[in-house]
């Protein structure tokens, strides 16, 4: 059997607000996001963003962590992740062009899965 690597990372980068009140899951959760947490396919990582779990620890009414999401193969290669309650927004500081506008806001699924398919592209066309 062929081993796959991974394509992308995430890992918690700061907190930027207040902390909320995290229940002992968020904060099981949260010591693995301080860690590089891998994922084989944007699959993976969209449901990933998907999950109750994320959506528990993360969204909130108000923004209060930034995660990193980056390429697995060139960790120099990253967009910032800024979870809300309603939806998330992707922030691409290095302004690379793969994100049109460099801020991509929505709800993950095939839209997100598209926007990261062609960042990944721009960043490492090989």
Known sequence: MEEHAPVITLVKKAEIAARPPLS??????ENTLEMLCSFLTLED???FLQSPMFQSYA????VWL?????????HTKTLQLYPEAEHLAIADEAMTGGLDGHV???????E??????NWMHVVSPN
Request: charged letters at 30%.
């Open 45 to 47: 990582f969209i449901s």
């Open 112 to 117: 997100l899965m598209a926007v990261l398919q």
């Open 59 to 62: 969204c909130r009414e108000e």
């Open 66 to 74: 930034v995660l990193e999401i980056g390429l697995y193969r060139d």
């Open 104 to 110: 991509w806001k929505g709800v993950p699924g095939e």
């Open 24 to 29: 002992p899951d968020d904060l099981a959760l």
